[in-house]
């Protein structure tokens, strides 16, 4: 392909996503491998005009609390794997969830994100119970959860419990890509059906995969794009992959923050209403990464809210970013930089346009 029928088919690729249609898998992977600044500077622009015309300026803030490290699961990229002895566990409690959503609410937050490994202790009576401790307590506020794979049945009694929404990353739409990454206890399959549980059951439902993660291609993340497009999710939540000392992976290439930004931007004009956060992941990697992915097309940011003494062991990667701010130090700071930017962060649920 010579220069000029590869900068046709860019053309054609962004005329397409401006009218709200679907490229081909050949001219998506054409635009995700891409690498010219003038197509980056119009996926920004565009995805940024197109956020505005649904959102505004607004950017939502959701309280993130990581309520347990520990985990069932080995999947071979993540620092809080099973196998990685060295990490110290720990599992807050319920008093010490409730005291984190206490404080964020002062703060603004309207919205509480559980999110943990899969940890057994946190069985259905337990977690149901602090769902409806939380929603007794906070009625104006959303309860999210992010704690992995579930029955049906579990996933609805959380739901009759009170959570609204419920984050779980599809980690990769290809299969086989899949097997690469976990071992095989773990299945797509499985994970694919509880993404329909959830969204069945009534959850505003968040899938995500990592951008640049081991064995990923051009193609596959083309393939990630049109399986956004056809589950038509109401989060989509997506970081650069980051090795994590100690895993199977520790050696592996981190996944680029430019990418991921490219990936924003293409995510919001396939899928305009969706609530994307700028990730912790893309904060890391790149010191502008939250600021720079909230300007291509992200419309979320996820502060932490866990206390400071776990914070620096929920380490799905290495160097995460962790300011040593306590939370009402870090949202005065977000806010300011958000400012600065030209967006506005709002105390307000914020809820998928979708539902
Ligand atoms: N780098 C980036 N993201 C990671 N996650 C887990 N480990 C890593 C890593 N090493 C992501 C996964 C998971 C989410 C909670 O964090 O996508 O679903």
């Known amino acids: 392909m010579n220069n000029t029928s590869m900068n046709k088919d860019i053309e054609n690729a962004l005329d397409l996503l401006r009218s709200g249609l679907l490229p081909d898998r050949q001219a ?33 803030i959701r309280g993130l609390i990581e309520f347990t490290n520990y985990c069932r699961n080995d999947c071979y990229y993540c620092g809080i794997r099973r196998s990685q002895s060295s990490v110290s566990r720990y599992r807050l409690t319920a008093d010490d969830i409730l005291s984190c959503c206490e404080a964020g609410y002062d703060l603004g937050f309207r919205t509480f994100v559980l999110q943990g490994g899969e940890d057994p202790w946190w069985n259905d009576d337990r977690l149901a119970a602090l769902v409806e401790a939380i929603r007794k307590k906070y009625p104006d506020c959303a309860i999210t959860l992010s704690a992995g794979e579930k029955s049906r049945g579990s996933y609805q009694r959380l739901f009759d419990a009170g ?8 980690e990769t739409a290809n299969p086989c890509h899949y097997e690469k990454l976990h071992p095989a206890d773990l299945s797509w399959q499985n994970r694919m059906e509880c993404l329909r549980d959830l969204k069945a059951i009534g959850y505003q439902t968040g899938c995500g995969f990592m951008v640049g993660s081991p064995f990923q291609t051009a193609d596959d993340l083309a393939r990630e794009l049109l399986f956004l497009k056809e589950f038509q999710p109401h989060m989509v939540g997506i970081g650069p992959f980051l090795p994590a000392a100690g895993t199977p992976f520790e050696r592996e290439k981190a996944g680029s923050a430019k ?97």
Do not use: F, W
């Open 28 to 60: 998506l992977t054409a635009l995700i491998e891409n690498d010219d600044p003038q197509t980056a500077d119009i996926l920004v622009k565009e995805a940024d005009a197109c956020k505005k015309k649904y959102y505004g300026n607004k950017v939502y």
């Open 259 to 355: 990418l991921t930004i490219r990936l924003l931007s293409i995510i919001r004009l396939l899928l305009p209403k969706v609530l994307l956060p700028a990730t912790t992941a893309l904060g890391t990697a790149d010191e502008d990464g939250r600021e720079r992915g909230i300007l291509a097309g992200a419309n979320v940011i996820m502060p932490n809210l866990s206390p400071a003494e776990v914070r620096k062991k929920y380490l799905l990667y290495d160097n995460k970013i962790a300011t040593g701010d306590e939370a009402a130090e870090s949202v005065a700071h977000l806010r300011q930089s958000m400012a600065d930017i030209g967006y506005q962060v709002v105390t307000d649920r914020g809820d998928s346009l979708n539902t």
């Open 163 to 170: 959570a609204d929404r419920y984050l779980l990353r599809h």
